[in-house]
């Protein structure tokens, strides 16, 4: 029985037929044959679609397995076959690329059709793109190399004139089609209903709506840079103008005007209801003003990402022209076009064209310190660092599937450093600062503003410094000359140094008055004894040669005497609420370890001035001898008895001997045991005496049982539960110590303890190299 063609055959069937009818220049047929694959792909799509059990969209073509990938995937690899072949006939007729341009349209469901989830319609967007690519790679197929008798030796790349002509035509509608998508906003997601709705079903449609909008932000944003990368002037003119003008073409309302930190205002209030949205937005707005309706406030949200994205844009394609990625210097001249607004529509912005000012450039890269933990998948911050991270790695070189390289691309937005330092130093102003530090010395007083709080400011303050590094540095300008023009200021370097020390000394100087008024959190104070005083009743391994130790706690307030362990140079900006340093990595693990330590050192110091019965022996420890000679006293000792040796000296001696350095006789018992690493390094068991090496004088050895400690107890200090108590003791308005204090009793076997005096092993002939001599 013949089995039925799958819905990817399908797909590729009707693909096949509209690729014959763009190799045979038939546009009719051409038309039918992509009206009946559109169809098919949207019948798949409606199918498919469904509803998750939290009650988001979803799709079935999303599910991919071991063996296959996401079908919807599959389905959309189609569409590059028609636009490559169309490309190739754009000299003879543009029709198919002119109707494959509105593919994206097409598949695009509208309101009253089934519900695409954002998967799917990022992939319809991802259309574009692909478009672009196969556009570039024919254009690159037809350029010639030209270098003009009257000028100097350049090389420049230039397409024929009828592929230029067929190609100039066709530019604008490419483009065109490419807004269109914008237009349908709208018509997908409800915008435009004449019936008036209430807030929060107009938050919910401009909440839905906004993956589809970012995702058409980005892409715009990734065709310029196609564009730039292949050198293209005329296309990366059109998509910069595209990108420029992105906002005007959903038509929203005016920006919430009354917002007085509108760089504070970020995608993620997207995830809240409009309640709290509000509530958020009027947090940022000034005294008096009114609440903001839902079209406004998402205005401001749109209209910041957009300004995001032309920053991130112009900074990665100035990143270009910096490294010497290109031959000319597209990279550095679009990211000026960018900067400057050109190609927008001078009507509805009065700015269109003029030089930025280094006060707004500089709030507008420190915006992105401020969006978010950028290693949180879920962040604006992340969304960003992807953004530059995927429109650079149409950088990247070439290699051999399987070797191991070095990337040649970036990692985030933290890669653009030398750019943004460009882009500040050509707007430098003659005299002054642009009003920059006095703005951030406000924002410091209010730091509550930022969506992070000092987390926030500090990133700015890093940032900051971060920039002085390079700029001091010996970093050259050269490379990015378009972006200054000819309002090039001499002395701009030791003018933005001085700018940027300014400002970064304002910030730091605003934190550290905040720090020295804050006080110390006492949530931080018990974090820190609570980790301490559970440390210490889990028993350390310090004492690695004691064994069988029972860790006693004893409710009550005890009679001991307090004992008192310091911690030192401890920064007051770790012991305050919120944070106002990083802590360093595992901070209270470290502090409570390093307690636990020094309580088990004063166990070692009982240990150390309980009485000893000395006992000399002229044999050393790696005599065979000296094991046989102190059989009498491990009588005495008890169980499980263990030898105290100098590291240096007979732990040395013993260690060439046990690794086999050296022959030793059959009665000798010698074996290995599992002991975990602690002050004590154990070398082994010889003759079933545990031997450690200590750092103690050589010739002194001592013999006592492992169980000779019994227990350590600990009672409460001025309160019955707490055993450790805690307190920052101050050194400075900035600096201090921990002072932790706690009651310890050690309990002793009646054992004794040997001190076996042994004559030095430098000074004796090893009675084991005599065997092996």
Same mark, same amino acid.
């Given at each position: 029985?013949?089995?039925?063609?799958?819905?990817?055959?399908?797909?590729?069937?009707?693909?096949?037929?509209? #690729?014959?009818? +763009?190799?045979?220049?038939?546009?009719?047929?051409?038309?039918?044959?992509?009206?009946?694959?559109?169809?098919? @792909?949207?019948?798949?799509?409606?199918?498919?679609?469904?509803?998750?059990?939290?009650?988001?969209?979803?799709?079935?073509?999303?599910?991919?397995?071991?063996?296959?990938?996401?079908?919807?995937?599959?389905?959309?690899?189609? %569409?590059?076959?028609?636009?490559?072949?169309?490309?190739?006939?754009?000299?003879?007729?543009?029709?198919?690329?002119?109707?494959?341009?509105?593919?994206?349209?097409?598949?695009?469901?509208?309101?009253?059709?089934?519900?695409?989830?954002?998967?799917?319609?990022?992939?319809?967007?991802?259309?574009?793109?692909?478009?672009?690519?196969?556009?570039?790679?024919?254009?690159?197929?037809?350029?010639?190399?030209?270098?003009?008798?009257?000028?100097?030796?350049?090389?420049?790349?230039?397409?024929?004139?009828?592929?230029?002509?067929?190609?100039?035509?066709?530019?604008?509608?490419?483009?065109?089609?490419?807004?269109?998508?914008?237009?349908?906003?709208?018509?997908?997601?409800?915008?435009?209903?004449?019936?008036?709705?209430?807030?929060?079903? =107009?938050?919910?449609?401009? =909440?839905?709506?906004?993956?589809?909008?970012?995702?058409?932000?980005?892409?715009?944003?990734?065709?310029?840079?196609?564009?730039?990368?292949?050198?293209?002037?005329?296309?990366?003119?059109?998509?910069?103008?595209?990108?420029?003008?992105?906002?005007? /073409?959903?038509?929203?309302? @005016?920006?919430? /005007?009354?917002?007085?930190?509108?760089?504070?205002?970020?995608?993620?209030?997207? @995830?809240?209801?409009?309640?709290?949205?509000? #509530?958020?937005?009027?947090?940022? #707005?000034?005294?008096?003003?009114?609440?903001?309706?839902?079209?406004?406030?998402?205005?401001?949200?749109?209209?910041?990402?957009?300004?995001?994205?032309?920053?991130?844009?112009?900074?990665?394609?100035?990143?270009?022209? *910096?490294?010497?990625?290109?031959?000319?210097?597209?990279?550095?001249?679009?990211?000026?076009?960018?900067?400057?607004?050109?190609?927008?529509?001078?009507?509805?912005?009065? /700015?269109?064209?003029?030089?930025?000012?280094?006060?707004?450039?500089?709030? $507008?890269?420190?915006?992105?310190?401020?969006?978010?933990?950028?290693?949180?998948?879920?962040?604006?911050?992340?969304?960003?660092?992807?953004?530059?991270?995927?429109?650079?790695?149409?950088?990247?070189?070439?290699?051999?599937?399987?070797?191991?390289?070095?990337?040649?691309? +970036?990692?985030?937005?933290?890669?653009?450093?030398?750019?943004?330092?460009?882009?500040?130093?050509?707007?430098?102003?003659?005299?002054?600062?642009?009003?920059?530090?006095?703005?951030?010395?406000?924002?410091?007083?209010?730091?509550? +503003?930022?969506?992070?709080?000092?987390?926030?400011?500090?990133?700015?303050?890093?940032?900051?410094?971060?920039?002085?590094?390079?700029?001091? /540095?010996?970093?050259?300008?050269?490379?990015?000359?378009?972006?200054?023009?000819?309002?090039?200021?001499?002395?701009?370097?030791?003018?933005?140094?001085?700018?940027?020390?300014?400002?970064?000394?304002?910030?730091?100087?605003?934190?550290?008055?905040?720090?020295?008024?804050?006080?110390?959190?006492?949530?931080?104070?018990?974090?820190?004894?609570?980790?301490?005083?559970?440390?210490?009743?889990?028993?350390?391994?310090? !004492?690695?040669?004691?064994?069988?130790? &029972? *860790?006693?706690? @004893?409710?009550?307030?005890?009679? $001991?005497?307090?004992?008192?362990?310091?911690?030192?140079? *401890?920064?007051?900006?770790?012991?305050?609420?919120?944070?106002?340093?990083?802590?360093?990595?595992?901070?209270?693990?470290?502090?409570?370890?390093?307690?636990?330590?020094?309580?088990?050192?004063?166990?070692?110091?009982?240990?150390?001035?309980?009485?000893?019965?000395?006992?000399?022996?002229?044999?050393?420890?790696?005599?065979?001898?000296?094991?046989?000679?102190? &059989?009498?006293?491990?009588?005495?000792?008890?169980?499980?008895?263990?030898?105290?040796?100098?590291?240096? #000296?007979?732990?040395?001696?013993?260690?060439?001997?046990?690794?086999?350095?050296?022959?030793?006789? $059959?009665?000798?018992?010698?074996?290995?045991? $599992?002991?975990?690493?602690?002050?004590?390094? %154990?070398?082994?068991?010889?003759?079933?005496?545990?031997?450690?090496?200590?750092?103690?004088?050589?010739?002194?050895?001592?013999?006592?049982?492992?169980?000779?400690?019994?227990?350590?107890? %600990?009672?409460?200090?001025?309160?019955?539960?707490?055993?450790?108590?805690?307190?920052?003791?101050?050194?400075?308005? !900035?600096?201090?110590?921990?002072?932790?204090?706690?009651?310890?009793?050690?309990?002793?076997?009646?054992?004794?303890?040997?001190?076996?005096?042994?004559?030095?092993?430098?000074?004796?002939?090893?009675?084991?190299? &005599?065997?092996?001599?």
């Amino acid at each position: 029985m013949r089995e039925l063609p799958t819905p990817d055959q399908i797909l590729e069937e009707l693909a096949d037929k509209a #690729a014959a009818a +763009i190799e045979r220049l038939a546009p009719v047929a051409f038309d039918a044959a992509w009206d009946e694959m559109v169809r098919y @792909h949207r019948f798949l799509l409606a199918i498919n679609a469904t509803h998750g059990p939290d009650g988001r969209t979803f799709n079935y073509s999303e599910i991919q397995g071991k063996d296959w990938q996401p079908p919807h995937r599959v389905w959309i690899r189609q %569409y590059g076959r028609l636009f490559e072949r169309a490309a190739d006939r754009i000299p003879d007729d543009t029709h198919f690329i002119r109707k494959l341009a509105y593919a994206p349209l097409s598949l695009l469901s509208t309101r009253d059709g089934p519900k695409l989830s954002t998967n799917i319609i990022n992939s319809i967007l991802d259309l574009g793109p692909m478009m672009m690519h196969r556009i570039e790679a024919w254009k690159t197929k037809r350029t010639t190399i030209e270098t003009s008798a009257m000028e100097p030796a350049r090389p420049r790349l230039r397409l024929a004139g009828s592929d230029a002509k067929a190609y100039s035509s066709v530019l604008p509608d490419l483009i065109g089609a490419w807004e269109s998508l914008l237009h349908s906003a709208s018509a997908i997601y409800g915008w435009r209903d004449e019936k008036r709705q209430e807030s929060q079903s =107009r938050w919910n449609e401009f =909440r839905a709506s906004w993956p589809f909008l970012w995702q058409h932000l980005k892409n715009t944003a990734y065709c310029l840079a196609v564009a730039v990368w292949n050198e293209d002037d005329e296309g990366a003119r059109y998509f910069q103008e595209a990108l420029v003008r992105w906002p005007e /073409s959903l038509r929203l309302r @005016h920006p919430y /005007s009354e917002l007085r930190h509108r760089r504070h205002l970020f995608p993620n209030i997207l @995830h809240r209801e409009w309640t709290d949205a509000k #509530a958020a937005a009027r947090s940022l #707005a000034y005294e008096h003003a009114s609440d903001p309706q839902a079209d406004e406030l998402f205005a401001t949200i749109v209209r910041n990402a957009h300004q995001d994205v032309i920053m991130l844009s112009a900074a990665l394609l100035l990143s270009w022209s *910096i490294n010497n990625k290109q031959a000319s210097d597209i990279g550095a001249r679009t990211a000026r076009a960018l900067l400057d607004r050109k190609g927008g529509n001078e009507h509805r912005d009065a /700015s269109i064209g003029e030089r930025p000012h280094l006060h707004s450039l500089f709030l $507008d890269v420190a915006r992105f310190d401020a969006a978010g933990e950028r290693y949180d998948e879920a962040s604006y911050a992340n969304e960003l660092d992807r953004l530059v991270t995927t429109m650079d790695n149409m950088t990247e070189r070439r290699v051999v599937p399987g070797r191991v390289f070095t990337p040649s691309t +970036i990692n985030g937005r933290e890669d653009l450093t030398s750019s943004f330092l460009v882009i500040l130093a050509s707007s430098v102003p003659a005299k002054g600062d642009d009003g920059l530090v006095g703005r951030l010395r406000q924002l410091a007083a209010d730091v509550g +503003i930022l969506p992070r709080g000092d987390r926030s400011l500090r990133a700015i303050s890093n940032e900051i410094g971060t920039l002085l590094s390079v700029l001091r /540095s010996e970093f050259s300008f050269d490379a990015a000359k378009p972006l200054f023009g000819s309002t090039e200021n001499p002395d701009f370097r030791k003018r933005l140094d001085e700018i940027l020390e300014n400002a970064r000394l304002a910030i730091e100087n605003v934190r550290t008055d905040l720090l020295k008024s804050l006080p110390i959190s006492a949530e931080v104070i018990e974090e820190l004894r609570s980790a301490a005083q559970a440390r210490l009743l889990e028993g350390g391994t310090l !004492l690695n040669f004691f064994q069988g130790v &029972k *860790i006693v706690q @004893h409710h009550g307030v005890g009679t $001991d005497p307090i004992a008192f362990v310091a911690i030192g140079d *401890i920064s007051k900006a770790h012991m305050v609420r919120p944070p106002m340093e990083t802590p360093p990595v595992n901070f209270v693990e470290f502090l409570a370890s390093s307690f636990q330590d020094k309580a088990e050192m004063r166990v070692w110091g009982a240990f150390v001035n309980r009485p000893r019965v000395r006992v000399e022996l002229d044999l050393a420890v790696e005599n065979q001898a000296f094991w046989t000679a102190i &059989k009498p006293y491990l009588l005495q000792t008890g169980a499980k008895p263990v030898l105290l040796v100098s590291r240096s #000296a007979e732990g040395r001696a013993l260690q060439r001997f046990v690794w086999g350095h050296g022959a030793k006789p $059959d009665a000798l018992g010698i074996t290995r045991k $599992d002991f975990v690493e602690g002050a004590a390094s %154990y070398i082994a068991t010889i003759e079933g005496v545990d031997v450690f090496g200590v750092d103690m004088p050589a010739g002194t050895a001592w013999l006592f049982s492992g169980e000779l400690l019994q227990q350590v107890s %600990y009672s409460g200090v001025r309160t019955s539960d707490h055993c450790v108590d805690l307190e920052y003791i101050a050194s400075d308005d !900035l600096n201090g110590s921990l002072r932790l204090s706690y009651r310890q009793k050690s309990t002793w076997a009646e054992t004794p303890i040997f001190e076996v005096i042994t004559p030095d092993p430098d000074d004796l002939d090893n009675d084991f190299d &005599k065997n092996r001599r």
